[in-house]
Nanobody, 116 residues
Framework: QVQLVESGGGLVQAGGSLRLSCAAS????????MGWYRQVPGNQRELVATITKGGSTNYADPVKGRFTIARDNAKNTVFLQMNSLKPEDTAVYYC??????????WGQGTQVTVSS
């Protein structure tokens, strides 16, 4: 089992920045890809960014050039630096972790609200 705890959400004005963190605990040696997803009520959860244990990254088109995902393998933590935030970035952001056995784990979610 892997537990994920997110932090860093909040309210920010358009153009501002926020940094999300997600700390993993439990069987962290099994972790492979970690990432962030977001969900707006009534919509499906969508990919924001992922990062492999080796550091390869993948971003959704709407956040490319504004968001940066990073990972500290020694601390089993993944970060999402969000710059130039827009009102359409408002959502609940979820941390995700996949293991080498293709198990998937989710954090509890953290609210990000961008005011115009």
């Amino acid at each position: 089992q892997v537990q994920l705890v997110e932090s860093g959400g909040g309210l920010v004005q358009a153009g501002g920045s926020l940094r999300l963190s997600c700390a993993a605990s439990g069987r962290t040696s099994l972790l492979n890809v970690m990432g962030w997803y977001r969900q707006v009520p009534g919509n499906q959860r969508e990919l924001v960014a992922t990062i492999t244990k080796g550091g390869s990254t993948n971003y959704a088109d709407p956040v490319k050039g504004r968001f940066t995902i990073a990972r500290d393998n020694a601390k089993n933590t993944v970060f999402l630096q969000m710059n130039s935030l827009k009102p359409e970035d408002t959502a609940v952001y979820y941390c995700n972790a996949d293991t080498y056995f293709r198990d998937t784990y989710w954090g509890q979610g953290t609210q990000v609200t961008v005011s115009s």
